[in-house]
């Protein structure tokens, strides 16, 4: 077993501590890689404080992971010691079930091994995540991060990047689309860069107008306040495709109005309660309203090929282990533009 520093929320709401955790030894199908750079996502929050939950503690959070890789079994062909390796949401799943076969590891009919929080596919072994020092996983479910790529700024890619790339991808986003974003937070910003690189005409539907300059600086052509009544009036029936990342109580019924016939608004935020929406909000128009997971794992790899070719990363903050506490206040605060990602070398010299 391997020693390794991490970490951990050692009860449900408690400060995260340093915690050692053992690591299993590389098989001949997994890759051993060292820890650089592991982003906090707002769901880190959720699980360490069990907000959903089912969570087990102690937990190790943190599924944007991007390091070096130190070993590599001998059955493994796509990567050699030195490459940059990354882990997103997923380390593992069956393999074999349909959904998996179709590449959507993520609802692996036996039930996905995520990052954190989890279990390997023994159902026994608890896995734990990015904030730590290194990290063992199968070939299958670690991603190769292109040249030219910041590290740092690639770690978010693995969980926002994904989750916002994915539905522009089902939903067919292309150039010459309108697409609305709704919030410009950590999912919203990267929601615009993918679109703009698209070639959509993007507009940011946002709350705060202080916001306006980063929005058209990330790509956005358009900008509209939905505080004010009379945006929904002046956009109604523009959208193609509307990405919606908020994640606090909102009326769906006001923002389907602005997507056109036959148009889709896709939910990645998810907000605490149900959302009463009209039938006819989606009947006068044919309209669509769907919601989107993370990506499978070759879609996450499209999706960071298609930031190499775009020069796309996250607009991040990069903080020392040891604020971790202070970063999980400042986030629920939005105090931060638009990602917090820990140096994992701070841990390393604790």
């Known amino acids: 077993m391997l020693k390794t520093s991490t970490?951990?929320?050692?009860?449900?709401?408690?400060?995260?501590?340093?915690?050692?955790?053992?690591?299993?030894?590389?098989g001949p199908k997994d890759v051993?890689?060292?820890v650089l750079y592991a982003g906090v996502c707002h769901s880190d929050i959720h699980q360490a404080r069990d907000e959903w939950g089912g969570a087990s503690f102690p937990m190790v959070p943190g599924h944007e992971i991007v390091g070096r890789v130190k070993q590599v079994g001998s059955q493994v062909t796509k990567?050699?010691?030195?490459?940059?390796?990354?882990?997103?949401?997923?380390?593992?799943?069956?393999?074999?079930?349909?959904?998996?076969?179709?590449?959507?590891?993520?609802?692996?009919?036996?039930?996905?091994?995520?990052?954190?929080?989890?279990?390997?596919?023994?159902?026994?072994?608890?896995?734990?995540?990015?904030?730590?020092?290194?990290?063992?996983?199968t070939e299958h479910f670690a991603l190769k991060v292109p040249e030219g790529l910041d590290p740092a700024g690639t770690a978010p890619l693995l969980c926002a990047g994904i989750t916002t790339?994915?539905?522009l991808r089902q939903y067919n986003c292309k150039k010459g689309d309108r697409v609305g974003v709704v919030g410009l937070g950590g999912l919203g910003h990267m929601a615009v860069k993918f679109a703009a690189a698209m070639g959509a005409e993007v507009t940011?539907?946002?709350?705060?107008?202080?916001?306006?300059?980063?929005?058209?600086?990330?790509?956005?052509?358009?900008?509209a306040l939905t505080k004010d009544d009379a945006t929904?009036?002046?956009?109604?029936?523009?959208?193609?495709?509307?990405?919606?990342?908020?994640?606090?109580?909102?009326?769906?019924?006001?923002?389907?109005?602005m997507v056109r016939p036959l148009g889709t608004m896709v939910l990645v935020g998810a907000p605490p309660e149900p959302t009463p929406v009209g039938a006819f909000a989606l009947i006068n128009g044919?309209?669509?309203?769907?919601?989107?997971?993370?990506?499978?794992?070759?879609?996450t790899q499209e999706m960071l090929d298609f930031c190499a070719k775009h020069k796309i990363v996250s607009d991040i903050e990069i903080i020392p282990i040891q604020k971790i506490n202070e970063a999980y206040e400042r986030m629920m605060r939005n105090d931060v533009r638009y990602r917090f990602v820990i140096d994992i070398a701070s841990l390393k010299q604790a």
């Open 204 to 223: 940011m539907l946002s709350t705060s107008p202080s916001k306006e300059a980063d929005a058209r600086r990330l790509g956005a052509q358009g900008f």
């Open 165 to 167: 790339y994915s539905p």
């Open 32 to 34: 051993l890689f060292d």
């Open 286 to 299: 044919n309209k669509r309203l769907a919601g989107s997971n993370i990506g499978g794992i070759a879609e």
């Open 232 to 257: 929904f009036r002046k956009l109604a029936n523009r959208f193609d495709l509307i990405i919606n990342t908020i994640s606090a109580q909102h009326d769906y019924n006001k923002y389907l109005g």
């Open 79 to 137: 990567f050699k010691v030195g490459d940059l390796a990354a882990v997103g949401c997923l380390v593992d799943s069956c393999g074999d079930c349909g959904t998996c076969r179709q590449h959507l590891e993520m609802f692996c009919e036996k039930g996905a091994a995520f990052t954190y929080n989890s279990t390997e596919m023994d159902r026994k072994t608890p896995t734990y995540g990015g904030y730590s020092t290194q990290l063992v996983v």
């Open 7 to 26: 970490y951990a929320a050692p009860a449900a709401g408690k400060p995260l501590v340093p915690f050692t955790i053992d690591r299993r030894d590389p």
